[in-house]
């Protein structure tokens, strides 16, 4: 049987923020906050993004919901009738067909929304401008059916974000991206600034709501046990590159590139994660400036595997054993017996 196709297919992503240098004549140089990545998401799938701060997670997250523009490569997207639009080549007025399609919640859910404009008012908004053909009523309504699937009541929707819990506003938040019925749902570490038992919460409605609605979603955080719950594939990037990539549970028990093994190193050992490998050296330091990065693998200031070769040449993504790719230059000497 054929595989599917690819619902969102980013190839040779690049996002880079120029910087400016207080010499006029000077450049002040690039930030390269997503330097080359590829990846597909396909229908009804969750694909996880994980890595440290400032790997370009965030970024990654806003170029695919159309918020910021792209410096080069493609973002190639199948609609509901099966036509490719490359979303990378589309300019404001072009992407609103597909805002519809293509949603996105955010990491602080008291930020996102307005201070001033009620709850119900707020889930509303968005249908006012994607589906301008509903009645007042008719958005009224769809908005308080949607806080109430996700758990706010009617007389809730008449509260200011500041009147609700941390956990009660993200719910607002995915009510708000669910109103105008997507397909792909981004969540840009949607639980990160909640508490451990909202957490749970929270996670278990996306879960819920995903199978509800057939979403596809790319879910990003820096926690690996959350995504090891929810998700079928994870990514792991670091300093705007991919460095590995595989279906979630064959890479948390013979994860081969050596950054990917620290991070599962440094999982707290419960009861979920017995049969991780913590053989793997702990990493030292930060990560590099994305202004700056090593001029081979990026890796490498902190790879306790690295020599001059990994100073000289960037590594590609190949095949590994356990079924996904890797960028190492010893990649075979990762490999899991």
């Not at 009147?163 to 991206?177: D, F, K, N, P, Y």
């Not at 019925?181 to 278990?204: F, G, K, M, W």
């Not at 202004?291 to 990026?298: A, R």
Request: proline fraction near 7%.
């Amino acid at each position: 049987m054929n595989a599917p196709a690819p619902l969102l297919a980013v190839r040779r992503l690049k996002v880079h923020y120029p910087l400016r240098s207080w010499i006029p004549w000077r450049s002040g140089g690039v930030v390269r906050a997503v330097d080359g990545v590829d990846l597909n998401l396909y229908p009804g799938e969750t694909l996880a993004v994980v890595g440290e701060s400032g790997s370009g997670k965030s970024s990654l997250a806003r170029v695919l919901a159309g918020l910021q523009p792209v410096t080069s490569g493609a973002i190639e997207y199948r609609s509901a009738d099966g036509t490719l639009h490359d979303l990378a080549r589309l300019d404001r007025k072009a992407w609103r067909p597909h805002r519809r399609e293509i949603q996105l919640i955010f990491q602080d859910p008291q930020a996102s929304l307005n201070p001033r404009m009620k709850v119900g008012k707020a889930v509303a908004e968005p249908l006012k401008a994607l589906y301008p053909e509903l009645s007042k009523a008719e958005r009224e309504s769809r908005a308080l059916a949607m806080l109430e699937r996700v758990g706010i009541s009617a007389d809730l929707a008449q509260r200011l974000p500041h009147e609700l819990s941390g956990g009660q506003c993200q719910r607002v938040g995915i009510a708000r991206a669910l109103v105008v019925r997507p397909r792909v749902l981004i969540c840009d570490e949607p639980v990160s600034a909640l508490d451990v038992s909202v957490q749970a919460q929270i996670i278990n409605l996306l879960m819920e709501l995903q199978a509800e609605y057939g979403l596809a979603m790319i879910f990003i955080a820096h926690d690996l046990a959350v995504v090891r719950h929810l998700s079928q594939r994870l990514l792991v990037m670091y300093l705007g590159r991919i460095m590995e990539q595989a279906e979630t549970p064959m890479l948390f028990r013979h994860a081969v590139h050596p950054y990917t093994r620290a991070l599962l190193a440094a999982m707290p050992a419960d009861d979920l994660a017995q049969e991780i490998d913590r053989s793997a050296t702990l990493l030292d330091g930060e990560v590099p400036s994305p202004q700056s990065p090593p001029p081979g693998c990026v890796f490498v200031t902190r790879c306790p595997m690295a020599d001059q070769a990994c100073n000289r040449s960037v590594p590609t993504l190949r095949r590994v054993s356990h079924g996904g790719h890797a960028a190492c230059h010893f990649v075979g000497l990762a490999t899991p017996v």
